[in-house]
């Protein structure tokens, strides 16, 4: 990162020092950013219409499909009236209205996830696969094309790779984040110890579990590379971690979109659109 613009030092009020401006983000990040935003959303809606014509995730290579580990369904109750259940190995949940059985009261439809959450809205498996696949055949490539240019261009080590000293603020920076209290003027320059483990979760070791178990499900791979049953304990297991996964990545999308709009949704998006961060005034500077 380098200065754009920085502000004296002086005894001055705020309001006559300039905004000390920094480059957060590269071309190459700006990019890969929001494309893989729209391919993450595409194979989350996608995916979840795939899952609609089997609503069951099961493990091991020797199941029969007849105890899943998770389920999502329409049944019949002992009044005969249909409600959605989810059902988490031996606990099961009503639903109704959201999944397994969902839309308005008097247009319920039996479906896993609703028309609204998934593309295309209509039962249709054959085009939400091609919409997954196109998707994710951006998205693949794009991972590894992120994460060498991190390695060669010294970027994962700089920005991400947590120093020593930071593990010994972890419970600080933790506390603070709580709070809602975020990094300000210099500490701002850099990722803290959070964001950098997060970071390094999703692109080291969700991104490519989501990536190896969808490879895992396709027949074809599966014949070039039968290591990858052995590596996920066969085609279910894999399916079964890759929707765990995804429900992982929405989790990281959802707490990222929150911090980023309580944290100055302004400087944040334009940070990723053109580059440009103003660094947060410290509270030292504030009070001069």
């Known amino acids: ?80 009236e249909l409600r959605g259940i989810t059902q988490i190995g031996d606990y099961r949940f009503e639903t109704t209205g959201v999944l397994g059985l969902s839309g308005p009261a008097e247009a319920r439809e039996r479906r896993a996830f609703p028309a609204w959450a998934t593309v295309p809205g209509p039962r249709w498996l054959a085009a939400g696969r091609q919409w997954h696949f196109l998707a994710g055949w951006i998205f693949a490539p794009m991972l590894i094309a992120y994460l060498l240019y991190l390695v060669i261009s010294g970027q994962l080590r700089r920005r991400l790779l947590p120093r020593c000293h930071e593990w010994r603020t972890i419970g600080h920076t933790l506390f603070e984040h709580l709070r809602l209290r975020f990094p300000k003027g210099e500490e701002a320059r850099h990722y803290n110890l959070l964001q950098k483990l997060t970071y390094l979760l999703v692109l080291l070791v969700i991104a490519p579990l989501v990536v190896l178990t969808g490879l895992t499900m396709s027949p074809t791979m599966d014949a070039a590379w039968p290591w990858l049953l052995d590596l996920f304990g066969g085609r279910q297991s894999a399916r079964t971690i890759h929707f765990l996964c995804a429900l992982a990545l929405v989790g990281f999308f959802l707490i990222h979109i929150a911090l980023v709009l309580v944290s100055g949704v302004v400087n944040n998006l334009r940070s990723m659109i053109t580059g440009r961060y103003v660094l947060p005034p410290s509270e030292e500077t504030r009070d001069e």
């Open 1 to 80: 990162m380098q200065f754009l613009k920085r502000s004296s030092m002086s005894t001055a009020s705020v309001s006559d020092q300039a905004p000390v401006i920094i480059w957060r983000h590269t071309r190459f990040t700006r990019i890969w950013h929001w494309v893989n935003a729209v391919c993450l959303v595409v194979l989350l809606m996608s995916g979840l219409q795939i899952f609609n014509a089997h609503p069951a995730l099961y493990w091991g290579k020797d199941s029969r499909f007849d105890d899943p580990a998770l389920s999502i369904r329409a049944v019949s109750g002992d009044d005969g």
